[in-house]
């Protein structure tokens, strides 16, 4: 096998990984928003509803990224991960900033000027951490602080 057949197949496997990736994780989302809009944000708003979400999702993320990484065999080689990383938060963020914004009727603009800044903020976050497949929070690292800050939000 020559090197330019090695790259096409560590390439396709980078694509197929980041794609399934994304459809777990995007497939769990809209799975939520619904019962989000629907149940959780009459009873204690958007923003209550969003920030009781996003652990949700993060846990999503954690579990799909460690799923994939082992069931497809990725290596733990950074520029791998991160690549599948990238191409699952670059269709998400695609698929939000199209389907979403066409299904609610909004532009770009009117989309982010009615976006709450703590809970839009805060559910941007684990988009975010999905660039890093399997890479476990450190406890005492910003995504520690993050999950103790949600505990505590909800909490109280």
Known sequence: MSAFQVDIKVAMQILKAGLLYFALVCGAGFALGPLRILWVVPRFGTRMAEL??????????????RWIVRHLAIPSTPSRRLGMGCIALGFLLTAEFTLVLWLRGLS?????ATR??????????????????NEFPNPSGIYGILSRVLV???GG
């Open 108 to 112: 770009i603009r009117e989309y982010l």
């Open 52 to 65: 009781m979400e996003t652990p949700i999702m993060f846990i999503v993320i954690l579990i799909a990224a």
């Open 152 to 154: 505590l939000t909800i």
């Open 116 to 133: 709450d800044p703590v809970s839009g903020t805060v559910y941007y976050l684990p988009e975010c951490r999905s660039l890093f497949p």
